[in-house]
């Protein structure tokens, strides 16, 4: 859980953080007869949710037991990218070399003023997500526990709130996963990640998902030995496997040690820091590093809710919704983190505009209409939407494929980033687009273009038909397109065609 006590160090940036998303001296209002909607945590769900339902005229309030922004601002994307971005650089300066420019000096990254510009940028980011900013909504913002104590009422401390309509949106947490000797040491995860000064010389990392393949390159590039330890084959076991072994490719040229495959994984204490040995590929590794971070493992925010007195379903995933977002009680929403398999920030923003139309205006609208991309900011990074060729073959979907490797791509070649492939898959026999994967420097932005068309019923020969800018990588799109394209000319088209041709010369 996110916490005062984990804002440090105690500088002039978490002060000012402190002050907008959980101020000292802040004195919760007095609650309103009724509201039309009462949000349970102000995470990404929540606050679109309240800032939403305000900014149509519905009466608000706003319920957050520790810092406003939730993961996302404090201990997630927002630092995280910030890392990367430091990152980025160091690696751009290490291999300037290759393209032409020599820096004589040599680089040497100072860890500290990393830390301290992610902090500077966080507090500067989190004037959007204040209490402050809220109120001035018209939002009543609340700190404290809540709780229910029936079907519609919720507690926060002494004061009881009345509601329409809620939704709970307190995400989820770190979690540890069943390592031997895991709660015999000192461990890092995303929530005390941040609070640090010092590079540590080795870096431990258990889970080579998303969190973990990230932080091990950007630490490796800041110059720590680091050690990454997945416990299933390679890396980013959920995606596709070509496409992470360009991830594994680029963080192996990094210096990161992988350790897939990972069996009988045993944690203790050394006298110099944490002992970590490991079974991979039939050889046994014991290395001793000086700070171990767990990135795999995630459990719902659901136990302070008393969510049976609000006769609200859940289990261990969390809040159980329908495809609506209602829970068990009619009364009752729930969105982001704590009852989504799509634990994004981006996804918990769209589920909130969903409890937003369904809660107060009866709306219809469902998240498996939804379009959810994701993406790994590793580099190269890592961008997927819709189905894969795996899941595709498991649900018995035929499919077409069509790949454009971005060494055919000109920007790609100019930027030295020929190292990926934009890949789209359609419906057998159709341009009808259900799924892509894109492995590119900026295959975030790329996908854009692929979950634009999918949205609004755009098809692969109308990605062929769109105009790019020349040179983009983004023409790797259009080049897919042009594949499809190029599929229609059948024989018997071409055929008459050519005599088509030979007639009118």
Known sequence: MIDLVQLQPRDEHNLQLEANVRPRDWVNPKPADRYNLVVIGAGTAGLVSAAGAAGLGAKVALIERELMGGDCLNVGCVPSKALLSSAHRSAAVRDAAHMGVHVDCGHHVAFSRVMERMRGLRARISRHDSAQRFTALGVDVFFGVGRFTGLDTVTVGEQT????????ATGARAAAPPVAGLDSVDYLTNESLFSLTELPRRLGVIGAGPVGCEIAQAFARFGAQVFLIEA??????????????????????DG???????????VSRARDGVRLQVGSHDQVHDVVVDRLLVAVGRAPNIEALSLDVAQVAHDTKGVVVNDRLQTSNRRIFAAGDVCSAYQFTHAADFMARIVIQNALFHGRARVSALTIPWCTYTEPQLAQVGLSERTAMREGIAIDTYTQPLDGVDRALLDGESDG????????????????????????????????AMTHGLGLKDLGSTIHPYPTQSEAIRKVGDQFNRTRLTPLVRNLFERWLAWTR
């Open 161 to 168: 709130l009345r509601f329409s309509k809620a939704v709970i």
């Open 232 to 253: 299933e084959h390679g890396v980013l076991p959920k995606e596709a496997g070509d496409a992470t072994e360009r991830v594994k490719a680029s963080l192996l040229r």
């Open 256 to 266: 990161v040690h992988i350790w897939c495959c990972g069996k009988q994984l045993t």
């Open 421 to 452: 492939f934009v890949r789209i898959h359609t419906r057998k026999g159709t341009d009808t687009i259900i799924g892509a994967t894109i492995v590119a420097a900026n295959a975030g932005d790329l996908i854009a273009h692929v979950c634009l």
